[in-house]
């Protein structure tokens, strides 16, 4: 019973560290595929710089008709799996290459990659059309094989499009029966004999002999990214069949990787990613390789797959929708929390304000020291208003207020102590010299930098956007140790929401008319019209 209770366990925990072994395979080869996807543009340059060195050497005058047919023949071979159209248009040249130098088998070899690029992009019917006038005797052994695979493959997308239970099982049956006929053109051993033994154990959904040979394809000597991922991708297919998706995921992965480095949009891979990932709850990669599938089918112009990735891409896309409103929701809360956070820190400046005025007898100095305080607070009210406004909610700016009026009252404490210290002792001279000793200028100064500091740190681009609005001649330039100007911040104040000109100046230390006059002189010098310059200043936007 031992015995049993330890093999048990020991079997238990090498699942564990097997299941663990998987997740962390599977993580890295997530990370691996967002870095390559990164770097897309890249890999698709190098497939385009190839191209471009063909086409050169195809257009040139020298190179005779039979060098011109082997190099479309080649850029035929570089536009297959990247784009349609091209690989089409490549087709048609090749064909008139081959009638001109009357070659029969280069004429059947033209019509079979035709017929390849015809099923890659969906148009059975064309495919079928094309492959019934190839007379595969006059085609050379490996060409036969390409040519029979095709049909089976023909077959088995057409049963896969269907998805008719009637239909389908005759599509499947002649699939197979050309496969059987491709394997005879195929050398044992070789990638074409085992992708064809591949696709068989596929179709009869053979998953213990389709893991043996995509371990034989593994070890092939000269194994392309392009084949790999094939066969990582057919594998993975079945791996999905037995019930097993984790081993299914990971081979969808690496296929992905594949088909990136090497500039492959006709894939079905990454596709078949994205519902993995969705299905998986994890809807950030499910969107991002959803949008990369549609992408990539949209270039190649594969219609077949266009119509499947529809569907798949509605329901993520509406799952993303449906969490960010949850986000908008959340963001909307928090608002709320802190708009009532400002409001008490509002409530303790008023009430501060009220215990300072029974300071009878030093009303005048409390009176000012209370409005430089009210001042402030007003200013920190009409920043946490715009906390109502999406993305204007900046928990920075209510710390940074908070922290400079505890700062404050922290100082009119010590400022009240010594005045009824100096009241109780009737120092009415010392008591002068404490009231001649407090700048009103100097604080209202340092009041003005800070508010500049934190504004443009909010909305570090304010100058430049703000700027944008006049001529060269007519812009604001800072002086080195210059944050604001007054008319900038008279703007950045209306910016903020505060748009009533009394109370700007109240908060600023201007007279209302030197307001009105700074908001004239700039709209006037602005090159759009006075009626529009507000609406400009409200749409700049914060970080």
Known sequence: MKRFLLFCGLLL????????????????????????LAHKKEYDGQRLNRIAALTADFASSEASDNARFDLGVRIYEEYKAFKYDSAFAYCQRITQLAAQLRNPEKIELAKLKLAFVLLSSGLFKETFDTLDRINPTLLSGSDKQSFYFLKARAYSDLGNFNQDQVYRPGYYARALAYADTALQFSRPGSYDYLSVQEFRAQKMNNLRAGEMIYAQILRLPHLTLHQLAVSASTT?????????????????????????????????????????????????????????????????KARQRQIEISHVSSI??????????????????????????????????????LALRKLRRADQLLS?????????????????????????????????????????????????????????????????????????????????????????????NFIAQFNALFREEDRVVLADDQLLT???????????????????????????????????????????????????????EAV
């Open 13 to 36: 925990n090498g699942l564990l560290a097997g299941a663990n072994d998987r997740a962390g395979t599977t993580d890295s080869l997530l990370t691996e595929l967002n870095q390559v």
């Open 316 to 353: 993520i896309e509406g799952q993303k929708i449906n969490i960010i409103e949850s986000q908008r929701k959340s963001l909307k809360t928090y608002a709320i929390i802190m708009t009532a956070l400002a409001g008490v820190v509002i409530a303790f400046a008023v009430v501060s304000g």
């Open 486 to 540: 007054a008319e900038l911040r008279i703007f950045a104040l209306i910016r903020l929401g505060i748009a009533d000109s009394e109370q700007i100046s109240r908060m600023l230390g201007y007279s209302i008319n030197t307001i009105y006059t700074y908001k004239t002189r700039v709209k006037n010098r602005s090159v759009v019209p006075n009626e529009e310059f507000e609406a400009r200043i409200q749409a700049i």
């Open 236 to 300: 993975a297919y079945l791996y999905e069949l037995a019930g097993q998706p984790g081993k299914a995921f990971e081979l969808l992965l690496r296929a992905a990787i594949a088909d990136v480095k090497t500039a492959t949009k006709e894939t079905t891979a990454i596709f078949k990613l994205s519902d993995y990932c969705y299905r998986q709850g994890d809807l950030q990669n499910a969107y991002t390789f959803i949008r990369e599938a549609r992408e990539n089918a949209a270039f190649y």
């Open 368 to 460: 000012a020291a209370n409005g430089a305080l009210q001042a402030r607070n007003d200013e920190l009210h009409q920043l946490n208003h715009g906390l109502n406004e999406a993305n204007k909610i900046k928990e920075e700016y209510i710390g940074y207020y908070f922290h400079n009026n505890s700062q404050y009252i922290d100082k009119l404490e010590n400022l009240k102590k010594r005045v009824e210290a100096l009241l109780s002792s009737k120092q009415y001279v010392g008591l002068q010299k404490l009231v001649d000793g407090v700048n009103i200028k100097t604080e209202r100064n340092e009041l003005l930098r800070g508010f500049d500091t934190v504004f443009l740190r909010l909305f570090p």
